[in-house]
């Protein structure tokens, strides 16, 4: 398991990154508008020296997308990690990569799935009910860390932080709050040494809640909202092969 600062200190850089991504603009100087739509453990990048980058915006969204592109009511990403409105096929934002950036950073102070279940209809009502008080009852998340969570995993996108630099921000003052002192180098060659050790013991990593490529559904909504949900993330493709890029993956537990 990571230290708490570690997994602070690994969200504030990724929500850092995700700033820049959401600040970009074109040579007019207008935004591009992307959001990423794909924050989740694969893609969260940690190299030596203790570098942390966000990867693969394979499936982001920008203000470039030529309308039609891409089959209505598609999904994109891995379901455990959508936010609500992402589940429902509802309009998503820049906010809806904070919601995803909050479930990656609960799992690593947590070292349990958040919203994952045995059925994808039942990972998806989770996802949709985004009920993070009762998942963090039983935890022992410090309360300023609590409070970050509260904020980005919101269910209400007018909830969540507004900004990658506002929740960056808001983590770096409680780990300083925490005396949190960070040596990045260090915190590599932790990472490094468990992943090693991990695979020695069971094999080659898989990024936690992958089981294959990003979830896609362009299947027509009808029925109930639950029977929607099921329909639209019901279609799983790829079976891609990840080198586990970031170190808390070997304590995940299924």
Known sequence: RLADKHSLYIAGCIASALD???????????????????????????????????????????????????????????????????????????????????????????????WRARSIA????????????????????GEPARRILRRALAWDPEDRYQSGREMAEDIHAVMVEGGMEIEPATMWLMLDANIKYSRGRTGPVSPPGHTGGSWVSSAPLSGSAAQRRTERVNLHV?????????????????
């Open 20 to 114: 820049y991504a959401h600040s970009a603009v074109d040579e007019t100087g207008q935004e591009l508008k992307i959001v990423h739509l794909d924050v989740t453990p694969s893609n969260l990048l940690v190299g030596p020296g203790g570098t942390v980058k966000l990867a693969d915006f394979g499936v982001a969204k920008s203000r470039f997308e030529v309308p039609g592109s891409m089959p209505r009511d598609e999904l994109r990403g891995k379901l455990a990690y959508m936010s609500p409105e992402q589940v429902d096929g509802l309009a998503v934002d820049r906010r809806t990569d904070f919601f995803s950036l909050g479930t990656c950073l609960y799992e690593m102070l947590t070292c349990k799935r958040l």
């Open 122 to 141: 039942q990972t998806a009502d989770n996802v949709c009910k985004a009920n993070v008080e009762e998942r963090m009852r039983d935890t022992d998340i």
């Open 238 to 254: 790829g079976n891609p092969t990840y080198i586990a890029p970031l170190g808390f993956q070997p304590w995940f537990k299924a």
